[in-house]
């Protein structure tokens, strides 16, 4: 067993910006979900993040797109075990023409672009309900960084 030392903690503000830097010059991430009877399905795909919003896209027919329809909700990682950021947000299909012209552009410089193949694709919102971050054991407490769709202010865990 290794005996590396630990990184020191950073406090919350510190934390905050480490994960709005990672959400912001990131493009990958695993996408949860699930619904009863199918239990829990993931993926990896590409990610847009606007500052306040995720969005991705995945095939109409899939059965990421299936559990989102029974179970609108989503739990995303970004990162590698030693530095995460999650999140559980809840979830907005969009058809292909109904995404706004930023997200659609910026999405296209990061993945394949939905827009060649509308009736193959969906466009998901992501709107984060709680984000958590750590980057080791030393920073377990105090991961939330979000709760109830709201950045925090003091740890609450």
């Known amino acids: ?3 590396a030392t630990l990184p020191p903690a950073r406090d919350l503000p510190q934390r905050r910006a480490g994960a709005f830097d990672r959400l912001s ?3 990958q991430m695993w996408l949860a979900t699930g619904s009863d009877g199918h239990g829990a399905h993931l993926i990896p795909v590409a990610y847009v993040w606007d500052g306040s919003t995720l969005t991705t896209a995945t095939f109409r027919r ?26 559980d947000a809840c979830t907005v299909l ?4 109904n995404i706004d012209v930023a ?8 993945s394949t672009d939905p827009r060649n193949a509308p009736n193959m694709f969906l466009y998901i919102r992501l709107v984060p309900k709680r984000i958590l ?5 030393a920073e377990f407490s105090g991961r939330t960084l979000m709760l109830d769709g709201s950045w925090l202010d003091v ?3």
């Open 133 to 137: 971050a750590w980057n080791s054991l």
């Open 155 to 157: 740890p609450v865990d």
């Open 1 to 3: 067993m290794s005996s």
């Open 103 to 110: 997200s659609a552009k910026a999405y296209a410089k990061v």
């Open 94 to 97: 969009l058809d292909v023409p």
């Open 25 to 27: 010059s990131g493009s």
């Open 62 to 87: 899939s059965r990421t797109v299936s559990n989102l329809r029974a179970r609108p909700t989503a739990r995303l990682a970004i990162g590698d075990t030693a530095d995460v950021v999650l999140i």
